[in-house]
């Protein structure tokens, strides 16, 4: 038996070591967007916005361009990312990662508070410097090395401009010049330089982040134009009828990255609509392949649409280990996908090394533009459940803690436990969509510890609990459509949240949460 194990063992190597001529599509699922790779010899790291949650600036890291597991994020300290007060979806917009002789710099912007900056590092497992501010404004800066020069490039008003900067200190040590204008679509932004076959190319997105948006691309001899736009351009776009009936939605805001054995891909930003021309998941990672001959102009996916079945060989693929489906919050280094909301009051949360989490009830709603006691991860299918154990310690009358479905302040669902009079609880459903709030369901319960389930499809979120863990019932479903982005606005997606709020600023009333789980469904 032993010996044939080891004699399967190459087998299994080779096989997940092995190209295959097909992968799926969004790389990365759930809310990840405007997305930007960097690789050191054959590891490639990638990073997305984040906005108002914290920490920012998610951090991936991959073999392969197709399989992808986060390591972190770049802005972990509030002294890189002031969020107090900001509005949903403000924050921290696109970033870029670029590796140079050693060095990490991750570039983004503080729409908020301060603007354009950028930190860096040696190790992208580490922590990253304080923030370095560049007087160069707009938004979704990118960084170009060449010749022991560094350029910078970015947005303000709508136009894509560069500029030289000083890497150690953030000076600019040329004016912003503006370089191109794009091909004629709103807010041409997401600008990167790259230089192949002695030609500048300038990448940008244009139409906005909707279904209208699409990525252009211009060349140069020279570093400050003038740029020549590509005759094909847009170069990826699924606005035409090709992709109308397309799952994919949306593709723009793109990065390119040569892979360690030459060949060209590209990473970008779409959403995959649901409950016919609404998102709920944001907008997610997606990968293409890219075909860029010597002196020509880059094609990417042959110029067809984007499938989620893309039919491309790979790069040896190297797959991480399925994530359990369980978080115990016992175990620090599985929370990397958890995420607080603004810069939290650590002292409202309590991660045990053993036992259950604790989240102190504070007067912070889950409504207010401030940072109510709050963890969340992202919802990443659309059809999905998530299922946790809650218990409402110490309560005072109207304090709750619960399972809230959240897309932004005044847009979520949230499945809670109440206190009410008398030392009793119940067990509420209740609705928020933007002014409209109501309470679906209260329900008395007895146990001390409640199940609560909500379970994501197409069109529904359907709500459930159980006393026992074992029996659950359903208290309500609700359409999916009124949390979406195009009814709640903004940049983000949904994330799943666990939360407590008090009444009243003296309550001592605590959630005691042990685990969570969340399985994609079949
Ligand atoms: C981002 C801009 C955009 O900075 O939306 O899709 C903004 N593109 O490039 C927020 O994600």
Redesign the pocket.
């Known amino acids: 038996m032993r010996k044939s194990l080891i004699f399967l063992l190459p087998l299994f190597v080779w096989t997940t070591l092995t190209a295959q001529n097909s992968y799926q599509n969004p790389v990365i699922p759930g809310y990840h ?2 997305p930007s790779v960097c690789r050191v010899g054959d590891d490639y790291y990638l990073v997305n ?1 984040s ?1 108002e949650y914290f920490p920012g600036v998610p951090l991936f890291h991959s073999k392969d361009l197709v399989n992808w597991k986060q390591i972190g994020h770049c802005l972990t300290r509030e002294s890189q990312i002031p969020l107090q007060d900001i509005p949903a ?1 403000m924050g921290i ?2 970033p870029t990662i670029r590796y140079h002789e050693g060095t990490f710099y991750m570039i983004t ?1 503080n729409v908020t508070k301060g603007g354009n900056f950028y930190v860096y590092t040696n190790d992208p497992y580490g922590e990253w410097s304080e923030p370095i501010y560049v007087r160069q404004g707009g ?2 800066p990118s960084l170009y090395f060449e010749d022991g020069k560094c350029y910078l490039v970015s947005n303000p008003e709508n136009q894509i401009m560069l500029s030289e900067i000083d890497i150690t200190t953030g000076e600019l040590l040329t004016e912003p010049r503006s370089i191109w204008g794009g091909t004629g679509g709103r ?1 041409p ?2 600008p990167h330089l790259y230089k192949k076959d002695n030609w500048y190319y300038l990448l940008i ?1 244009e139409g ?2 909707e279904y209208g ?1 699409k990525v252009t691309i211009a060349r140069s001899r020279s570093i400050y134009g003038p740029y020549e736009s590509n005759p094909a351009n847009p170069i990826l776009t699924h606005i035409d009828a090709n992709a109308q009936t397309n799952p994919i939605q949306g593709t ?2 793109a990065d390119f990255i040569q892979a360690h054995d030459g060949s060209w891909w590209v990473v970008f ?1 779409a959403f995959r609509p649901q409950s016919g021309t609404h998102h709920l998941l944001g ?1 997610e990672t997606f990968l293409a392949p890219v075909e860029w001959k010597e002196g020509e102009w880059p094609v990417i996916n042959g110029g067809e649409p984007i499938q989620l079945e893309m039919q491309a060989k790979t790069l040896p693929l190297q797959p991480f280990q399925t994530p359990e489906s369980r978080t115990w919050f016992n175990d620090k280094e599985r929370n990397v996908e958890w995420n607080y909301l603004r810069n939290p009051h650590l002292s409202n949360y309590h991660w045990p090394e053993n036992g259950a989490l604790r989240l102190k009830a504070t007067p912070v709603q889950l409504d207010d533009l401030a940072s109510p006691t709050f963890i969340g991860r992202r919802q990443q299918h659309i059809n999905f459940q998530a299922t946790t154990a809650i218990r409402l310690k110490k309560g005072k009358e109207q304090d709750e803690a619960g399972l809230t479905v959240y897309m932004r302040d005044h847009y979520h669902y949230d499945i809670l436990i109440k206190q009410v009079e008398n030392g009793k609880q119940t067990l509420n459903l209740r609705y928020h969509i933007g002014n409209l709030i109501h309470t679906e369901k209260e329900i008395p319960v007895q146990a001390e510890q409640l199940y609560v389930r909500v379970t994501g499809e197409n069109d529904w979120y359907r709500f459930s609990y159980s006393e026992d863990g074992i029996t659950y019932q359903e208290i309500g479903k609700m359409d999916t459509r009124l949390l979406s982005t195009e009814t709640a606005g903004g ?1 983000t997606g949904i994330m799943l949240g666990l939360y407590a709020t008090s009444a009243s600023p003296d309550s001592q009333a605590e959630a005691e949460i042990e685990w969570f789980d969340y399985q994609p469904a079949r």
């Open positions: 967007p405007d916005s906005f979806s917009f696109a912007t938004i979704d807010y932004e997401g997105s906005g982040t948006h723009g805001h930003l907008r940049f």
